[in-house]
């Protein structure tokens, strides 16, 4: 058996694929600690799990979206149009309502379902009419967007049910309820794509469609479950963050997009689909959330991150590069 | 000997094409079937219906008397029929073990990785197959691959087993291999479709063959009874000789030299050198460096040292614009990668090489690329629609030609063309090696690089390769027996 023996190395270091990322998040945990004496209180540290919980979830969808091969960009619109279709529904015309006054206790689930319907429409144009993933989403941030500045006229909702702010403004057992949640779904996510013979099958129709079909996994109607899924985790994290600032802007969660890809492609997971891990994109938040952190704490102005973050993203896939040692389409 | 599988008066129409029109197979059990056509004949379109991956407009499919099951029910399939298809169904970013569980990782629940692979190693063990189950799928070899698609499309324990052109990605001793293997399935019972356009495996392998021709059964046959020229008539609906290759006396000019060359863990210290009216050919296993040394030649590659000299002019190396300048024309090894640009038409693709003397500053005249185009298409016999139809749009046999008219556009002195019948019909295999013939008599050298010996047989010499080095310079006139021998290192 001697093609035993040479592999066996290699495969052992793919397990550890989904971890290059650690070095680097104790890297900049201690450069972090060095520079600033607040970044490593408790505090601190919550504020960051607190200000990426929102935007984790999005990477959470996006990782399955592209480990399954396709491509949604219109998730950050659903982060600010599901939550405040769902506040119109329910507030009084006079807080910027649509006038039909559903009940408050109602507005999570309203949201969630705006969310799944969003994913449910790009999943029905991309996979029933085979429709390019890109340009469909890329057309339905826009539309999205507008269905948000549309009835608001660009004003933003004050007047909110505390159903919608609960989330993300509560603290459970010390932390907030809203990094609970993120850490709670991606750790199902992790066991679900890890484990389940489900998440399995998004691995198998990102890896080789055709091989998918042939092994009798009913490739479209995981498509859809993969963007509806989207499309829902989009709403729940514009009602975390929702909570969070206690309005809707009319800006909640655009330009989100482009941090959403950095993390999930610095994490590990492949824009050609059927690669990847959704620990692999936690470690990707983390380092994102780390920077961020730290260049505010430094002082450095809002204005000139985007440099940096930008740099990230070409050194993460250089690297990447380089460990792989495959060109890169 | 009863009847395992059948299919009877099968009709499929996709759109405005009969892909199927009325045809028939029946196998019976126990006997490795060939199944033969040229390009469009249907093939393909029978395997995914015999797989259940698609329904017949009209006709049905039987097993063991026993009609089909409901398409939607895979595994009733499953366990009736099992495929190798032509386009690897493997995964490669997936292990192994989870390519051979492949949606059946576990009952139900979560899945245990460490039974899995269990599972996965008993399965491999039990067909013998050599592989890591823990290994990425897209680390093995094309072989190993092959393997594990079989291992995986036996364990659903189907008795019948569709092989479709199995042996179009192996070298000689894989092939060998694969045979052997085949025929112990053949002992223990195991039923067998086989597809392939090297008629000599069907000779090699198979007991009865079925012909199909435009959509339609010809005939089926013992393979003992069917003389290969019948066989091939048969095919092609006329009479066609074996490819008879033509004589010629080889010029003195050197058009082709190469020198010293070496590439780590290619070729080593290759000397090389071919003359105006000669056709070398180069001949090995996959890993003999054949193919890369071809590439060096035409300047895909380059070499760590020695040197490529075109008409006596030495060329940058890895450089194919000045290869091409000095006179060279070139088939690539692998035409859906580097041969043609599927979206692109017909008259752009066979033009490439002499846009810039079709017009001026940069500027491609319409006009003349198309009165160029004609030329070729005429000169080669390509069916299409026009120097505008999309190459995309062709069957594999005129997309080579294609290929071959941007290689032959600016009448080379050197042609090198790697595999240039890979997986195209007999009457385009003809028409391909006369290409490489008349401009051999127009003047030029070639060099051919195949793994096919048929190719191989238009060469004046052929140079065979083992392990990166030359190891005899076989002049015309051998026997397949001899070739194989040298290739395979048994003599030397």
Known sequence: ?329 | MSIHVEARNVVKRFGPTTALNGAEIAIAEGETHALVGRNGAGKSTLVSILTGLQRPDAGEVRFSGEAAPALADRDAWRQRVACVYQKSTIIPALTVAENLFLNRQSDKGRINWRALRARARELLDTYEVDVDAQALAGDLSVEQRQLVEIARALSFGARFIILDEPTARLDGPAIERLFARMRSLREQGVTMMYISHHLDEVYQICQTVTVFRDARHVTTRAVADLPHDELVAAMTGEATAAYESRVRTPGDRLVLEGTGLTLAGRYTDVDLSVRSGEVVGLAGSASSGKVGLAETLVGLRRADTGTVAVNGARVRPGDVPAAMRAGLGFVPEDRHHEGFVPLLSVGENATFPIARKLGRFGVVSPSRRRAKAEEMIESLDIKTEGPDQPVGDLSGGNAQKVVFARALVDDPTVLVVINPTAGVDVKAKQALLGAVEDAVERGAGAVVVSDELDDLRICDRVLVMFHGRVVKDVPRGWTDHELVAVMEGIED
């Open chain 1, 1 to 329: 058996m001697t093609t035993l023996t040479a592999p066996a190395p290699r495969a052992r270091l793919a397990r550890f694929r989904d971890l290059t990322l650690v070095p680097v998040i104790v890297l900049l945990l201690v450069v972090g600690a060095f520079l600033d004496p607040t970044f490593l209180t408790a505090g601190n540290l919550t504020n960051v799990l607190q200000q990426q919980a929102a935007i984790s979830l999005l990477v959470l969808a996006e990782a399955m979206i592209l480990i399954a091969g396709k491509f949604d960009l219109s998730l950050e619109s659903t982060v600010g149009t599901a939550p405040a279709i769902a506040v119109m529904l329910v507030v009084p015309v006079t807080a910027g309502g649509l006038g039909i006054g559903l009940p408050g206790t109602l507005v999570i689930p309203l949201a969630l379902l705006v969310g799944a319907a969003i994913g449910a429409f790009n999943g029905f144009l991309i996979i029933r009419f085979q429709l390019s993933a890109f340009i469909v989403t890329l057309a339905m941030l826009i539309i999205v967007h507008g269905l948000l500045q549309g009835p608001t006229e660009g004003k933003t909702l004050f007047q909110l049910p505390d159903s919608i702010l609960y989330l993300g403004s509560a603290m459970w057992l010390g932390l907030p309820a809203a990094v609970w949640i993120a850490g709670l779904l991606f750790a199902a996510g992790i066991f679900g794509l890890g484990y389940l013979r489900l998440g399995r099958a998004l691995y198998a129709i990102g890896g080789n469609l055709d091989a998918a079909r042939a092994a009798g996994i009913r490739v479209d109607r995981v498509l859809y479950g993969v963007f509806i899924l989207g499309g829902t985790l989009a709403a729940l994290a514009g009602i975390l963050e929702t909570g969070r600032l206690g309005a809707i802007g009319n800006n909640q969660g655009v330009g989100w997009i482009f941090m959403v890809f950095a993390a999930a492609v610095i994490g590990g997971v492949s824009m050609d689909g059927g690669k990847g891990t959704i620990l692999g994109a936690l470690t990707g938040v983390l380092v994102i959330g780390l920077v961020q952190n730290i260049l505010t704490l430094i002082g450095v102005s809002g204005f000139w991150q985007p440099v940096i973050y930008g740099s990230i993203i070409l050194v993460a896939l250089m690297i990447s590069r380089i460990a792989g040692g495959k060109a890169q389409d």
